[in-house]
């Protein structure tokens, strides 16, 4: 089974702080995505990284940046959190062509910014 | 610019009975479609998916419809069960597999 877990269910912060969502994936996936859901606006792409170092923004990348150092693990950055960053933030990977097109998403990161 | 919409954002449907959800998307170069499943705190699981050289995929007691020409797709759910209630998002890839564009999301509730 694929397994993609983010580090934290729930998170509180403060507007200002720096805050870190981790997600790891062991399936060797070569993609790897950020996504926030919000009410009324479904599924939106952050950020996603098709192979080590390498990333591209989705359709929201302002105020949000990612690291991905190592294949297994891709770490969304929100450089000063505000209250509008309050969210649900659902971490994702996928095989590259032939393997597969699903993408696999973890349980994902309430996150609230107060 | 959304180019995978979900027009409604809610269906009530009978256990027992048959749910459609629908999905219209706007890009051509889509060739692979996805619908996930979502229940509250959860992320999405993935539920079935189809191709754009194929016009229907069946899974049990999901079906994917997908009709090229006017640019939609639905899943048919039968019979629906109670514990189908949850949101479904339908996604859209094209041939690269890198990025998926999701819509809004409907939210199904199955009542006993």
């Known amino acids: 089974d694929v397994k993609v877990t983010q580090s934290s269910r729930y998170l509180v912060k403060r507007t200002g702080e720096k805050v870190f969502l981790e997600c790891v994936q062991d399936m060797d996936h070569e993609n790897m995505f950020w996504y926030r859901q919000d009410p009324g606006l479904g599924l939106r792409l952050i950020y996603f990284?098709?192979?080590?170092?390498?990333?591209e923004k989705g359709d929201i990348p302002e105020g949000y940046s990612v690291s991905r150092e190592k294949k297994e693990r891709f770490s969304l950055i929100l450089e000063s959190a505000s209250t509008n960053q309050t969210s649900m933030y659902l971490c994702?990977?996928?095989?590259?062509?032939?393997?597969?097109?699903?993408?696999?998403f973890g349980q994902g990161t309430r996150l609230t910014v107060v | 610019d959304q180019q995978v919409k979900q027009n409604s954002p809610s269906l009530s449907v009978q256990e027992g009975r048959i749910s459609i959800l629908n999905c219209d998307y706007t890009n051509s170069m889509f060739d692979y479609f996805l619908w996930y499943k979502k229940y509250p705190a959860e992320g999405p699981t993935f539920l079935i998916s189809?191709?754009?050289?194929?016009d229907k995929n069946e899974d049990g007691r999901f079906t994917v419809f997908l009709n090229k020409s006017a640019k939609h797709l639905s899943l048919h759910i039968v019979p629906s069960q109670p514990g189908d209630s949850a949101v479904y998002f339908c996604?859209?890839?094209?041939?690269?597999?890198?990025?998926?564009?999701f819509g809004t999301g409907t939210s199904l509730t199955v009542i006993p």
């Open positions: 990284s098709y192979d080590v170092k390498m990333k």
């Open positions: 994702a990977s996928s095989p590259s062509l032939p393997e597969g097109l699903e993408a696999f």
């Open positions: 189809i191709s754009s050289i194929k």
């Open positions: 996604a859209a890839s094209m041939n690269t597999g890198n990025q998926f564009y």
